[in-house]
């Protein structure tokens, strides 16, 4: 018996929760009319996946929910600062970019981490320096959840790198039981959330269960108003 995701309960259950998020609004209960909610996949787990890592897997999703002119993105980048940000300011203006140095010098304070990780929605940085980079970014980054993707930085390709990783969802590997990831938000339809959620499922699997579904014990999709 091979499980797999059963795509019309979970649109209802999409649907449902779409509709209670929507009948709140309207109620002037939660944030303004226009705003999205996010949806977050919960997976519990029989077991442990082992052990935790800071910095997320991008998995890609068939219908992105990030939008490059609505959300504030941060790009870590190698030195020298300014090389990068004349690349990335011809091939995908709309981020900030930071060096290195800049990172070690004008980032010093717990305070200025704290602000520099509530000012953007999403993080990036180059695979080389990801290991430098948690004792940097230090516990204001851990608290929060938003320590940088990995990306390729290459002259020529960063608006397709760019778009690739915004085409994803961010999978932070944790130790514990039950694990949580983003696969869409309210203005998406109920399939579209749905394929989301099938495509995640997959790549998950496949990279650390074999893609077996033995250790998956339920599968919840929750607000995150």
């Known amino acids: 018996f091979v499980m797999t995701i059963d795509k019309k309960q979970t649109s209802k259950a999409v649907k449902a929760l779409s509709e209670f998020l929507e009948n709140r609004k309207k109620e002037g209960k939660t944030q303004l009319i226009d705003d999205h909610d996010y949806f977050d996949l919960q997976i519990m787990l029989q077991k442990s996946l082992g052990e935790a890592k800071n910095n ?9 929910f990030y939008d490059v002119d609505t959300v504030d993105i941060c790009v870590f980048t190698k030195d020298p600062q300014k090389e990068y940000r004349s690349m990335f300011k011809k091939e995908f203006p709309n981020v900030k970019v930071i060096g290195l140095s800049k990172l070690r010098s004008n980032y010093k304070t717990y305070e200025s981490k704290r602000k520099l990780v509530a000012t953007y929605d999403l993080f990036f940085a180059e695979k080389a320096i990801l290991p430098m980079l948690s ?3 230090g516990k204001a980054f851990f608290v929060r959840k938003k320590h940088p993707a990995g990306i390729v930085i290459r002259e020529g390709s ?18 514990g039981l039950c694990l949580s990831v983003r696969v869409g938000h309210s203005g998406q339809s109920p399939d579209e959330v749905t394929e ?5 499922m997959k790549q998950l699997l496949d990279k ?8 998956i014990l339920s599968l919840n999709i929750k607000s995150t108003n």
């Open 135 to 137: 004792p940097l970014l």
């Open 158 to 175: 960063i608006e397709t790198t760019m778009e690739s990783a915004l085409q994803s969802t961010r999978f932070i590997k944790g130790s």
């Open 196 to 200: 989301n959620i099938e495509s995640v």
């Open 56 to 64: 997320p897997v991008l998995f890609n999703v068939p219908n992105g």
């Open 208 to 215: 650390y269960l074999d893609g077996s579904w033995d250790e």
